[in-house]
């Protein structure tokens, strides 16, 4: 049996797209077409679909909600498993809320502030699943995904699902076993503590705000490009080597917050990929730092 029909019987067809764009599934808006695109439902569909890639020697990748990922302009060779919207369930229970890998931190974040329950606030704005915040340690405002997870289900390459507690997630700086092991992150209890639900509201409205102050909402980006170096903002690193508004392109170093690097309407992956290496190459010339990206690359560019 070819693969695409094995994709099929294993997600229904529906939910298997041959050559599709990956523009349409990353926030940059940027990206040439996969192979095959599969959604998601289940452990045993993600272990079904991995079987079947591995039976076929194709390559695979999982991604969430594509916020953190640049796609070259000539695609992907290969499978692309979403684990997003068919698999975002999200429960409270007491001081607990239990989400699947799918579910946007945005929205459990709302869940969270619906029950009462503080401790997610930082969250509320982060654009991405559930399942990429366990796997690199997402933050923002000074609160991390380590500070609230209490455990993880995970996959890992052998198709075993394991519970970790949060010390053996060994999260740190944008990172976690997950990641280091290739594990596929499944879902999470997140403990949180009773709140006051109009202050926790507030306090997610004023980081909205800052937001929208500080960051190019209105353009296409995968949000950080470039990890915080050590002792230093990599922001601020950017804009003092000159590069506020640096141009390939459409892609462009955003003018609002030099952290980000934006798709001003049409710009390829190429672009993307040069405009980064040309800041990292400045920045280390100037300030002898090289900057890594935050932005995962897959494809071929």
Same mark, same amino acid.
């Given at each position: 049996m070819d693969l695409y029909r094995e994709l099929c019987d294993v997600a229904g067809a529906q939910n298997v797209l041959a050559d599709?764009?990956?523009?349409?599934?990353?926030t940059f808006r940027i990206g040439g077409p996969a192979d095959y695109f599969v959604s998601v439902s289940s452990v045993e569909e993600i272990r079904e679909v991995l079987g079947a890639c591995r039976r076929n020697s194709t390559a695979y990748y999982i991604m969430g909600n594509g916020s953190d990922l640049l796609v070259g302009d000539k695609g992907y060779r290969g499978v692309i498993v979403q684990l997003f919207k068919r698999m975002s369930g999200i429960r409270v229970e007491g001081e607990r809320i239990y989400a699947q890998a799918g579910a946007l931190l945005?929205?459990?974040?709302?869940?969270?502030c619906e029950a009462s329950l503080t401790g997610m606030e930082f969250a509320s704005g982060i654009p991405g699943t559930l399942g990429g915040a366990l796997r690199m340690n997402a933050g923002a405002y000074g609160g991390e995904m380590k500070h609230i997870v209490e455990s993880a289900d995970i996959l890992t390459p052998d198709g075993e699902v394991k519970t970790l507690s949060v010390e053996d997630l060994g999260m740190g700086y944008r990172t976690s076993v997950i990641s280091r092991n290739d594990y596929v992150a499944l879902g999470a209890v997140l403990k949180l503590q009773? @709140?006051?639900r109009e202050q926790i509201r507030?306090?997610?409205e004023e980081l909205k705000e800052k937001r929208v102050e500080k960051q190019p909402l209105e353009y296409g980006s995968a949000g950080s490009t470039f990890k915080r170096p050590e002792g230093y903002f990599a922001g601020k690193l950017i804009e003092d080597a000159g590069l506020r508004g640096y141009r390939v392109g459409d892609a462009q170093v955003s003018e609002k917050h030099c952290g980000f690097v934006i798709n001003? @309407?049409?710009?390829?992956?190429?672009e993307v990929a040069q405009l980064m290496e040309d800041v990292a190459d400045r920045v280390e010339e100037k300030f002898g730092v090289r900057l890594q990206p935050e932005v995962k690359k897959i494809g071929e560019f």
């Open positions: 599709e764009p990956m523009s349409r599934h990353t945005s929205k459990t974040a709302a869940a969270a009773k @709140g006051d507030a306090r997610m001003r @309407g049409n710009a390829t992956a190429a």
